[in-house]
T-cell receptor
C-alpha cells in the first residue's frame, strides 16, 4: 500500500553510464516532483510535473531528463553520469498546488 | 546566506524532555510553512503544515510561525527515542516551489 514508490533503492554505476529511476504514486495526486538531497541533507527541487506537463525545471544539467507517461508516473533518466551526481534522489507528489508533499523513500545513487 | 537557515545539530536530549527546533528565513513572501521528519534511509514525512502566522498543535507537536521575525519553531513535548530523526523545515510563497532548510538531527536518549 506504498503511496509513493521509487525504484531502484540503490544504484551504483560508473561515470559515463546512462541510468533511469522510476517513480509511481497511487494517491491520485496531480503533481509529481523530483528532488535531489546532497550529503548535507539539503533538498533541492529539480523538476515538477502537473498532469504530465512540466511546470518547474530548475537549473539542472540537460543530462537529466524527466518523463511522465501518465499522472501517476514520473521517471528520471540521467545520461553520461558524473561523480557529482552522487546523491539521494527523491520522488514526491502532491494533490494540488500548495498542498503538502508526499515523498518516496529515495534512490541512493553512487557514481564511481 | 541561504534562504532558509536551520541549525544542523545534532541536538541530544533525554527522554521526556521538551524539544525546540527552529528555522529562520529571509523571504518575506513565504506563507506556507511545513515541518518534515526524516528517518535514516527514508523519505521525509509531513508532520505539520501551517499557513501564515500562529500556532498549530497536533498531539505532542506544536508548530509556531512568527512572520514578523521570519522565524518558525517546532516543539516536541515528552520526547521519545522514536522521535530521533532529522527534522526539516520547508516553506513556500505559493505554487509548487518549496524551499527546505538543511535539517536538524535530533537524538532522544532513553
Amino acid at each position: 500500500d506504498t503511496a509513493v514508490s521509487q525504484t531502484p533503492k540503490y544504484l551504483v554505476t560508473q561515470m559515463g553510464n546512462d541510468k533511469s529511476i522510476k517513480c509511481e504514486q497511487n494517491l491520485g495526486h496531480d503533481t509529481m516532483y523530483w528532488y535531489k538531497q546532497d550529503s548535507k541533507k539539503f533538498l533541492k527541487i529539480m523538476f515538477s510535473y502537473n498532469n504530465k506537463e512540466l511546470i518547474i525545471n530548475e537549473t539542472v544539467p540537460n543530462r537529466f531528463s524527466p518523463k511522465s507517461p501518465d499522472k501517476a508516473h514520473l521517471n528520471l533518466h540521467i545520461n553520461s553520469l558524473e561523480l557529482g551526481d552522487s546523491a539521494v534522489y527523491f520522488c514526491a507528489s502532491s494533490q494540488v498546488i500548495n498542498s503538502p508533499l508526499h515523498f518516496g523513500n529515495g534512490t541512493r545513487l553512487t557514481v564511481t | 546566506q541561504k534562504e532558509v537557515e536551520q541549525d544542523p545539530g545534532p541536538l541530544s536530549v533525554p527522554e521526556g524532555a521538551i524539544v525546540s527546533l527552529n528555522c529562520t528565513y529571509s523571504n518575506s513572501a513565504f506563507q506556507y510553512f511545513m515541518w518534515y521528519r526524516q528517518y535514516s534511509r527514508k523519505g521525509p514525512e509531513l508532520l505539520m503544515y501551517t499557513y501564515s502566522s500562529g500556532n498549530k498543535e497536533d498531539g505532542r507537536f506544536t508548530a509556531q510561525v512568527d512572520k514578523s521575525s521570519k522565524y518558525i519553531s517546532l516543539f516536541i513535548r515528552d520526547s521519545q527515542p522514536s522521535d530521533s530523526a532529522t527534522y526539516l523545515c520547508a516553506m513556500s510563497a505559493g505554487g509548487n516551489m518549496l524551499t527546505f532548510g538543511g535539517g536538524t538531527r535530533l537524538m532522544v536518549k532513553p
